[in-house]
């Protein structure tokens, strides 16, 4: 259990995930949880309030999430965002990264938020920090977790796998095939969008400069 306290914010309206949730985080981090059903409440409460981590479920009757991550952006606040969905479409996870989101959830993986948040939070704020380096990367394979000029940055599995499969070979460019195959176990993966997806948010999380694409070929790590 971890020391340090959290502030949560949940903008759930379901009660039932409301408090699984809520349990799922107390079992790993001590932290004040305030739960709001709409998106309007929680905008009140933010300008009142210390909010560190904010877990929001995908729609709500008054507004969506990623509306939402862009007007509080837009206000300059700065929070740690996880939303919630039932919809595993691409092309919403791309926009929910696009606006801010730092993490994706489907509701039917959402045991998986405690040990993502356990990574997350023991990071932040533990001591034990046994990493890999790499010129001014360094990554933290037991807690899922990049150091970027002794920055933390938490990034979903599949990009955590890809940066660590850069990592490895610094000076080779993977191809999408390549890429596919390593982090999907599945070539076919490589005739999709969904690794360009995938680039594109570690490029917004970590830099665009991180990430260099040789055309017809593939991708490969700018360190």
Known sequence: MLKEKIHFLLIIDNKADALFVEGAIKKVAEGDFFTVNTFKKAEEYIVENKVDIIISTLQLQDRDAIDFIYAIKAQGKKHYYIIISEDSSTYIEKEAYKAGANDYLIKNNLDTIGFKLKNLVTYLYGTNKANMPLANIIIDEEKYLILKQNLPY???????????????????????NEIATSVWKDPLVAKSRIIDVHITHIRKVLGKEIIRS???????LRA
Do not use: D, N, Q, T
Not at 165 to 175: Q, R, V
Not at 214 to 220: A, F, L, R
């Open 154 to 176: 938490f990034l979903p599995a599949k990009e955590f796998e890809i940066v660590k499969l850069f990592c490895a070979s610094p000076e080779k460019i993977f191809s999408r």
């Open 214 to 220: 040789v055309k017809k070929i593939g991708y490969g």
